[in-house]
């Protein structure tokens, strides 16, 4: 509709009005050809392209206005305006015409889906579905709102005579319709009975209206024998019952809920049972099946409501009808329980479906398969790479675990050494097997030599088994079962490993031996160069790494952890709890975790960090020290040795009285003694004692005197360091309470007598300050040496005083004397006061110019390593300095946590000092081997200190080099860890990390023979 | 006070708090007052020589475990059940600190030092260190190696003892960045630091008080005040005295044991009537505040007195 000009107001136009023929024109004779003519939209646009003008042409010609096509939308930054801010529909990128009436996106109002009449369409008959609501059957306005097509059954129907509101079915008489609308009718009147299978609840349906229902009442006969169509029977419908609610129950529908009003109290079920209507209320609460509704009294103001009499006639209505009811139920109490409901008879079952079969042969993981034709390449290429021992990277973790194992690891030894074992006993078990072979092969005729070739053989062989085994208790190889190169062929595999154990030994030429006789010579040789050179492309990686890197746990004495934690497992006794309530406490209820400290909480406490370059906080996990939890062994050893007890200053003293009050009094004072120079006297007569030593150090003078307390710091730690070859140094005052430790303190002295002839002078003052010790002087002074002591700079301290270093190396060569040394003249009270005033007075030694005798005394060691130069024990000894600050700073141990040092780093910090050549060759070997060492020592260490040097001595004749080392580590104190793990640690912050060597096994040897004939 | 001379120890002053069950009493750092933590989610401050009250600090939720006092006394620091752990501002009665860090009860609170560091130990197996100076919400350091709640701290120059009911003793030394673990065998009540710093004192719960070598772990000595194994699992609090000779224990039997350090023997016996709940020695002179039911007493030797 279009309004034209005013003065055609009047009139409605419709359509679109034809282009006015201008009187100049000629008509056109022709129409336009049907394939000339175009649709064009109303841009004038073409509007159908392509082939048979039916497709779309997207792009510039139709929906997108540019040539280029669709343009990236602009990023538009939303932050300023967010509201402003949409998100794209498809209709973003939509023309006018699409979004049009014959589009693609048609904006048109129009019905849903749901009155499109596609439901009807689609099905053949609507089934009906139970509704909720309160009408049964289709929903009301569902049926209203007919949708305006018809199913082409319903067409169908009605083109045979069907109409809305019948049946459908053979037509039947009239009478006998009338008859069943009868019966019903009669039922609905009744009620519902018990049999009756359609019962409905609510208000029931109109019944069907006929045309017969007018004439009903004229009773016709000829009327009643019409054929009519039959009722339109609606099927009644049950839903199941899947919950187990109280019948009619609903709960609390979230969304009734949301909705606003919820009905609680209103009947959810209504149904009458003999002529008393029943209802279940409520839907959340209400009134169940057993119970009756409550009269509604206070709905209706009435007199009625009240009572006139003791039972009115209401109540007595009541009591009547429940006896009645009472009666009822108790006949019925058998058949049915509850008055309305029946029992069902066919319960309907729940639809199961079975689980689908699985084949026999199916196989749960897909494997992709080549080809058709390959069958199983894939898999048997995994085997044989599995077989060629060439899958590394598919390895367990324990398989790679067993490849990166260090030398040191007792548990991987202990695989080994079981796994030599088998090995040694199968070679053993090959080597019958195949003298037997041997033995049947050759004819006896043969030849005589062949057998007795054979013999020699047999012979051999058992002689390589012995040393095989010998040697895989001694030192287990270091093969792995994992890297088994030659799986394919078992013998060979049998031969490379136990080749691998001869080369090993040292016996590699026999291989030959154990090579099958039928092998020609030419066949061995190359079998030997194929295992040699297999034992070097598949040697595990621990040889690899330890070319590069140092083990730090190779330091300390933790691969005698995992054995003590296993005791501890297996025995009860060792379990910490056990030994805390049997009051055994000490080492086994002790244990030092390393702990950092938040920089913070040190900063509060004034106190520097512990671990300044750390950046964890909290526990080390995994990291044990031992120091307190002493080996059972190393205590005893440590209670040999009181002299040192208490040389650590910076431990406090046992502040309680009691337990100083059991010691003697030495107890407490011989501790403050310093870098054990107990014997003076008695050294300075036995000047030749040690004549190896008799060449004077080569002192560097200090530039500036340090103050008294420091050197003391100093030598305490030096003493602790000596310590250290001795045995573990006890590091707190606890352990001067031993008493059984006291004895040994003479011992100890004596060890330690030709220490410091030098230092004879005797400073009264310092010793009777140092012999009076309080506790509280103690602790404070304690105290004071921490504080200065943390100011100290020990790398230059250690740089400035190379004498100290020299003397302390001197003790350490000392120590290698045996212990039992005469010390007859001395009385132990007096060392003791001996060592304290050498404590004190280590001052003048530290001078320009020692004196003569105390130069004399000291052997200073790099003469000595120049006079002994070719065997030479290195030692490390300074990085203990730096330890001491921090009161027996318990060094971390790795117990099975292996930590690798860039060995470089180790050697740069160790390259300071003059041995430096001789120390880079050998430090590395100091780590490693100190470890097994150090086990070796402990065992024997318990007792017998003297024979037991001795004994090292031999035992360790193969490794000389370590021995020096071995010495140090046997005391395995917590010092010697420490100062080694220390070292490793802060190697880069203590820059000198001198070795010394000291004097050779043989000369010691001479002095004990010689020191023997003075005892 | 020469030690050979015998002394005994008398009640001076019975106070009575009015806050509840007293679960904590403290001297200040010169042992001037007492601070007591009640039942009753107080914390009241008391001039112990005249029994006034001081100052009374509500602001806990629940009741209030323990408490301490700064060593300048200008703050008071607690621990309640409520999982708090505030620091009051004694003056102004005023919370300065409330740090809600810990996921179950504060069982026990300590100063370091200086003051500087305020230290709670916890039921949820937690000791956690709390800046003082700064205004952070959160601690500083956790320390949650303990595996039971956290029962009692102590705290020297530079370590940091807790006891814990999972039986063992964790002591931090902050000075040389280690933790050593001494196992009690059973639950530790209570724990102390001796004044030379070289043992502690733990109350187990199986009757006794150990002396425990701090650098060792050995058993120096083991305090027996009462045998009956059913009050093994209460709370035992201990301390040492002013001088280090003596050793004072509570006993849930109503009795106050004073121990001899030396010979284990019980050389005084302080009968409370009420189970004693908490104990605390004067840090200069030989006065002992013991909390027992609702009320403290200070006992002072006589000799002092």
Request: aromatic residues 6%.
């Amino acid at each position: 509709m279009e309004p034209f000009d005013d003065d055609d107001d009047n009139f409605v136009v419709f359509g679109t009005a034809l282009e006015p023929i201008e009187d100049d024109e000629v008509a056109r004779k022709k129409p336009v050809n049907i394939q000339d003519q175009v649709v064009l939209d109303e841009n004038g646009r073409r509007r159908f392209h392509g082939a048979f003008t039916g497709g779309f042409s997207a792009g510039y010609y139709n929906t997108v206005g540019s040539k280029e096509g669709w343009a990236p939308t602009a990023f538009k930054s939303t932050r300023s305006d967010r509201s402003s801010a949409k998100v794209q529909s498809a209709q973003d990128f939509m023309d006018e015409e699409d979004l049009g009436a014959f589009g693609i996106a048609p904006q048109v109002l129009r019905p849903t889906e749901d009155f499109q009449s596609k439901r009807r369409e689609g099905l053949k008959r609507p089934r009906p579905t139970p509704s909720d609501g309160p009408i049964p059957g289709d929903p009301v306005l569902f049926n209203i709102l007919q949708p305006v097509k018809e199913t082409i059954g319903i067409k169908v129907l009605r083109k045979m005579g069907w109409r809305p509101g019948q049946g459908v079915g053979p037509k039947v008489l009239k009478k006998k319709k009338k008859k069943r609308e009868d019966r019903i009718e009669d039922e609905e009147n009744q009620g519902i009975g018990d049999s009756t299978p359609a019962r409905i609840y609510g208000c029931a349906l109109p019944p069907p209206r006929s045309e017969s229902e007018d004439e009903s009442g004229s009773d016709d006969d000829d009327i009643r024998a019409l054929l009519v169509a039959p009722d339109e029977v609606t099927c009644p419908l049950y839903n199941t019952k899947d919950n187990n609610f109280g019948l009619g129950y609903q709960g609390l529908d979230k969304n009734s809920l949301s909705s606003g009003h919820v009905d609680l109290f209103g009947p959810a079920l209504k149904f009458k049972v003999d002529d008393r209507k029943m209802d279940i209320t409520g839907e959340a609460f209400g009134i169940g099946v057993f119970e009756e509704a409550d009269e509604e009294v206070y709905s209706r103001e009435d007199m009625t409501q009240y009572d006139f009499a003791l039972e009115t006639p209401h109540e007595r209505k009541r009591r009547l009808r429940q006896e009645a009811r009472d009666k009822e139920k108790k006949k019925e109490s058998d058949a049915s329980s509850i008055p309305g409901f029946m029992k069902i008879k066919n319960p309907p079952k729940p639809k199961r479906f079975s689980r689908p079969r699985i084949p026999e042969d199916f196989v749960p993981v897909h494997t992709q398969k080549k080809s058709r034709f390959s069958e199983d390449k894939a898999q048997d290429k995994i085997a044989e790479i599995k077989k060629l021992g060439l899958d590394r990277h598919n390895l367990s973790r324990q398989e790679r675990h067993v490849l990166l194992e260090d030398d040191n690891d007792l548990a991987s030894r202990h695989l080994q050494t079981t796994a030599a074992f088998n090995l040694t006993s199968e070679t053993n078990k090959t080597a019958e097997i195949r003298t037997a072979g041997t033995s049947k092969e050759i004819a006896p005729s043969e030849s005589e030599d062949r057998e007795k070739d054979a013999a020699a053989r047999v012979e051999r062989l058992k002689k390589f088994t012995e040393i095989l085994q010998n040697f895989s208790s001694q030192k287990p190889k270091s093969t792995n079962a994992a890297f088994q190169p030659f799986m394919k062929h078992p013998g060979k595999q049998e031969r490379y490993d136990s080749y691998l154990t001869l080369k090993a030994a040292g016996y590699a030429e026999c291989l030959k031996d154990l090579q099958p006789p039928e092998m020609t010579e030419w066949e061995r040789d190359r079998e030997k160069l194929e295992f040699d050179r297999a034992s070097e492309l598949y040697k595990p990686m621990s040889g690899e790494m330890s070319s590069r890197f140092v083990s730090a746990k190779s330091h300390d004495i933790s691969h005698m952890v995992p054995e003590r934690e296993r005791e501890k497992e297996k025995d009860p006794s060792q379990d910490p709890k056990v030994a805390a309530k049997m009051n055994l406490f000490g080492k086994l209820t002790h244990q030092v975790l390393e702990w950092h400290p938040d920089r913070l909480v040190c900063k509060r406490f004034n106190v520097p960090p512990p671990y300044p370059d750390s950046k964890m906080v909290g526990v080390r996990i995994g990291i044990e020290d031992r120091t307190a939890r002493v080996e059972p062994e190393l205590q005893e050893s440590i209670s040999k040795k009181s002299l040192f007890d208490g040389l650590d200053f910076s431990k406090p003293p046992p502040g309680l009285v009691p337990v100083a009050s059991q010691l003697p009094p030495i107890a407490n004072t011989a501790p403050t003694s310093a870098s054990g120079q107990p014997q003076l006297e008695f050294l300075s007569t036995q000047p030749a004692t040690s004549p190896t030593q008799e060449t004077p150090s080569n002192e560097t003078t200090s530039p500036t005197k340090p103050p008294l307390d420091l050197f003391k710091e100093i030598f305490a730690d030096t003493s602790e360091s000596e310590n250290e070859a001795d045995e573990k140094l006890p590091e707190s005052g606890s352990k001067e309470r031993n008493i059984d430790r006291q004895p040994r303190a003479e011992g100890g002295n004596t060890e330690h007598s030709k220490k410091h002839d030098g230092d004879k002078e005797i400073n009264s003052e310092m010793l009777h300050k140092e012999k009076s010790p309080s506790n509280a002087t103690k602790s404070q002074h304690h105290e004071e040496r921490k504080g200065i002591f943390h100011n100290l700079d020990f790398s230059k301290l250690a740089s400035s005083t190379d004498i100290s270093l020299g003397s302390k190396i001197s003790e350490k060569g000392q120590k290698q004397f045996p212990r039992g040394l005469p010390s007859t003249s001395v009385t132990a009270s007096s060392k003791v006061k001996e060592e304290e005033e050498d404590a004190m007075d280590d001052e003048p030694t530290y001078g320009p110019a020692p004196p003569s005798n105390f130069l004399s005394a000291k052997k200073p060691s790099s003469e000595l390593a120049t006079s002994q130069t070719k065997r030479s024990y290195n030692y490390s000894s300074i990085s203990n300095v730096g330890k001491k600050s921090t009161q027996s700073l318990p060094a971390p141990k790795e117990k099975e946590e292996i930590v690798w040092i860039e060995k470089n780093v180790l050697e740069s910090s160790s390259s300071k000092t003059k041995r430096k050549h001789s120390k880079k060759n050998k430090s590395h070997h100091h780590r490693r081997s100190s470890k097994s060492k150090k086990v070796k020592k402990h065992k024997s260490s318990s007792s017998k200190h003297k024979s037991k040097k001795e004994k090292r001595r031999s035992s360790k004749s193969h490794s000389n080099s370590k021995s020096g080392h071995g010495d140090k580590s046997q005391s395995s104190s917590s010092s010697s860890e420490q100062s080694d793990t220390d070292s490793d640690r802060s190697s880069s912050n203590r820059k000198d990390y001198p070795s010394v060597s000291i004097y050779s096994s043989d000369n010691t040897k001479a002095l004990i023979a010689k020191l023997k004939e003075m005892i | 006070m020469s030690g050979d001379k015998e002394k005994n120890f008398d009640c001076i002053q019975n106070i009575k708090c009015n806050q509840g069950s007293i679960r904590a009493v403290r001297f200040n750092v010169d042992g001037d007052y007492i601070l007591t933590c009640g039942a009753d989610r107080t914390i009241k401050l008391w001039s112990w020589a005249r029994g006034v009250q001081l100052a009374n600090y509500q602001g806990h939720s629940a009741e209030v475990s323990d408490a301490r006092g700064s060593c300048d006394n200008a703050q008071i620091l607690s621990g309640s059940v409520d999982r708090n752990v505030t620091l009051w501002d004694v003056e102004t009665l005023r919370i300065s600190r409330r740090w809600r860090c810990h996921n179950s009860s504060v069982t026990c609170v300590q100063f370091n030092e200086e003051s500087s560091l305020a230290i709670s130990g916890s039921q949820d197996n937690s000791v956690k260190i709390y800046d003082v100076r700064s205004r952070a919400q959160r601690e500083i350091q956790t320390l949650n190696e303990p595996t039971d709640t956290v029962t009692s701290l102590a705290v020297s120059q530079d370590t940091i003892l807790v006891g814990s009911a999972d039986g063992y003793t964790r002591s931090y030394d902050i000075r040389n960045g280690k933790l050593t673990v001494d196992c009690m065998g059973e639950a530790v009540t209570s724990v102390a630091i001796s004044r030379d710093c070289a043992s502690n004192l733990v109350s187990v719960a199986d009757g006794t008080c150990k002396l425990i070598d701090k650098s060792t772990g050995q058993l120096l000595a083991s305090y027996r005040g009462f045998n009956e194994a059913r009050y093994y699992d209460y709370k035992v609090e201990s301390c040492f005295d002013n001088s280090d000779r003596w050793v004072i224990v509570t006993s849930p039997l109503g009795k106050l044991f004073i121990f001899d350090l030396i010979s284990e023997n019980v050389k005084e016996t302080l009968d409370l009537g009420q189970s004693v709940v908490s104990v605390c020695c004067h840090p200069q002179a030989d006065r002992i505040a013991a909390a027992s039911g609702s009320s403290v007493s200070i006992f002072s030797s006589a000799e002092v007195d």
